[in-house]
């Protein structure tokens, strides 16, 4: 038999209790052994759980207990989810997260400390819920260069667009709806202004390149002032607006960033909808791969979680895959303007503007007009070009898009 | 470092030499140590290749060499793969393989080897190409319960039903494309007649319900007699006509078989063109996942053989991972006639026949009438009760396609 401790009891940590409960017999015919739950942190008292007796609210009987090898950190936020994997990992038990804030920010030092003690802190959960995307990318294409990872990485957003795009719903009226169906918290900062995709796709970028960069510093665009209008462009032109995070080498440094894109139709994202999320992976052998499902949720997420621990559960005498993370330096990262893409770009629609437009851009191809706007993708530029060009032309821009 | 054999210096054999070789450095780094080719098994003399002084003809020079401690299969076919694979194991080596068909053959028998002699018996080129499905399966979804399987698992019908839709090209004609472009065998039999996908479709099965079923013995058709008449009903019905494998639990027996099918537009298969692969998993904590990408080619299959030989090596030291199908028996697989789903019915339009067919079917909702012929959509029906009806109303019954 094998001890966990579960940190947290919210919603992801009662989903993980049940499932080792109820699966209990699934995971040990794929353990070897079951896999017993002792004690469970929160603040909370829990008078009608059948956990209620595991239940403590000292880190410290966990922290001190040698029978547990296996921590679950489902706290959630920065602190002190952090400060327990760190006291978890120095102890030598091995720790295991779907909490994407800790991963992004500390993620390089707490597999550091891992490394040295012989344990493993593993993440499967913490970017696109349930779907298997961290364990594939570091073993099924172990053999890969990893030339790119593109994703929809954020349910509410997704549903949010696809709300708007499926039923001409506006953007405030999708938001409350999201929310009404619990799918955004109360308060969705971190959701509609990209910042949970930034956390998500640099975990992503260091599984891929070997850096962590800071998720704070990367370019990050959020959804809220998408229109109706914008929309019907993306449209015209073949493309669904999505909010895409994505992560290349340039020049050998680190580009990440989040911002809504226009994904074109062949493009496998293109039909990734609602809730759902979609993770694109080119190597340079297998070219593009796509993991899809759904990106949150308590048994979805709970899945990565259990799947995590069982990993570490059935290897708990072998040594462990040693994980490494630079975090990367400021020299590590792309120059953001040097970094290059097509767009679509946006202006007012003034009398000769599109020859104007001629004239700045070369030849437009097909001009979208609609609605007192003119539209139209370019070539491929760099983001400073993009920035000059648009500002160049002498006609009032309205934003652009860049293209998937 | 570790000493490989590969069998077979083919397509696939060639490309697994050059992933090893160009991209050593990033293997060398996830295994530890480098790995090396010591004996590449070919008829064939290959006077210009870097490798011409690894080919060797006898087998037993690798089977005795104890330095040989795992061993790639590429041969293709059953015979002399399965022998020399059997040999392999026996003599307490690793083997990994993409060859669907031993696998799906004597993948119980070759498995129960493995475990006796404490190897391990990989496969994860064999359904996918390099797309990460079979360690996923295993590992990643390990908590879930396996509700069902669907994929869209052979690229080359894939490609002539894309091509037939989008292009209105014949049958015929977009067969004798995918021979051009080599994507189909001179000899398409065991693609175009759902071969090549039932034996991938019972793989996957074995590794989510613990049973190999032979795969001579499921239900299978394939695309040969697809029309463009088909095509435009499906396409009236908001549907795709996919080639589609599927497997699931009836009654605790389990079902599968292979067959063309309308898919929705709904469904993330639907999106699955060209020569893609897309494998639809459900599983009871995670809802439905998707894995997507290149279905075969040389060095997508490689990066999946290149990743079970840096698995193994890797964990090369540490207790082997035991995997346990039993064969089916007849009592492990489900009866067809009682499975059920829903289908579009296509007879040839005959005066009064839509009266005829409500009289049978019950309301029948959309009805498409269409160059002589008639077709709607039914509710779920056994397969048996589908027939029957067919029969029974006495019209001229065209064909009927499973809806996904």
């Known amino acids: 038999m094998i001890s966990v401790a579960l940190l947290g009891f919210g919603n992801i940590g009662s989903g993980t209790a049940e499932v080792l409960s109820e699966n209990g017999a699934q995971i040990e015919r794929y353990v070897g052994c079951p896999i017993s739950i002792k004690y469970i942190l929160d603040r909370r008292d829990f008078p009608s759980s059948p956990w209620r007796d595991r239940i403590v609210r000292d880190f410290d009987i966990i922290l001190n207990d040698p029978q547990i090898k296996i921590v679950a950190e489902m706290l959630g936020g920065l602190h002190p989810a952090y400060e327990f994997t760190k006291a978890a990992l120095m102890a030598g038990k091995h720790v295991v997260t779907p909490n994407k804030e800790v991963v992004a920010k500390f993620g390089a030092e707490l597999l550091e400390i891992a490394a040295e ?17 961290i364990r594939p990318l570091i073993n099924d294409l172990a053999a890969n260069g990893i030339i790119s990872v ?5 349910g509410t957003t997704n549903y949010i667009l696809t709300r708007m795009e499926r039923d001409k719903t506006s953007y405030r009226d999708a938001l409350a709806e999201a ?54 462009v993306a449209a015209a032109f073949g ?56 990106g949150a949720g308590r048994l979805p ?30 020299c590590d990262i792309a120059d953001f303007g040097g970094c290059s893409c097509r767009s679509c770009f946006i202006f007012a629609d003034t009398p000769g503007g599109v020859d104007k437009l001629e004239e700045c851009f070369g030849n437009l191809g097909d001009v979208v007009r609609d609605n007192g706007r003119m539209a139209f993708v370019s070539e491929t530029l760099t983001e400073k070009e993009a920035d000059a060009r648009a500002a160049a032309c002498g006609l009032p821009f309205i934003k652009r898009f860049r293209i998937l």
């Open 117 to 133: 003690k012989g344990v493993r802190y593993l993440f499967e959960g913490s970017v696109g819920g349930g779907i298997p995307i």
């Open 150 to 154: 593109s994703g929809i990485l954020n």
């Open 179 to 232: 929310q009404a169906l619990g799918y955004a918290e109360p308060n969705p900062a971190s959701d509609v202004s990209g910042a949970d995709a930034a956390r998500k796709i640099v975990i992503l970028a260091a599984l891929a390149f070997g850096k962590l960069v800071d998720p704070d510093v990367i370019h990050t665009e959020g959804i809220a002032g998408i229109t109706q209008d914008d929309i019907r």
């Open 239 to 294: 493309c669904a607006i999505k909010l895409v995070a994505h992560t290349e080498l340039v020049n050998g440094r680190v580009f990440a960033m989040v911002a809504p894109h226009f994904v074109e139709e062949g493009n496998p994202l293109f039909g990734v909808s609602d809730v759902f999320n979609g993770i694109l992976v080119e190597g340079d052998l297998i070219g593009r791969v796509m993991f899809y499902g759904p």
């Open 301 to 330: 997420t709970a899945s990565a979680v259990v799947a995590d621990i069982a990993d570490i559960a059935f290897n708990i005498g072998a040594p462990a895959r040693k994980l490494h993370w630079d975090p990367a330096e400021a």
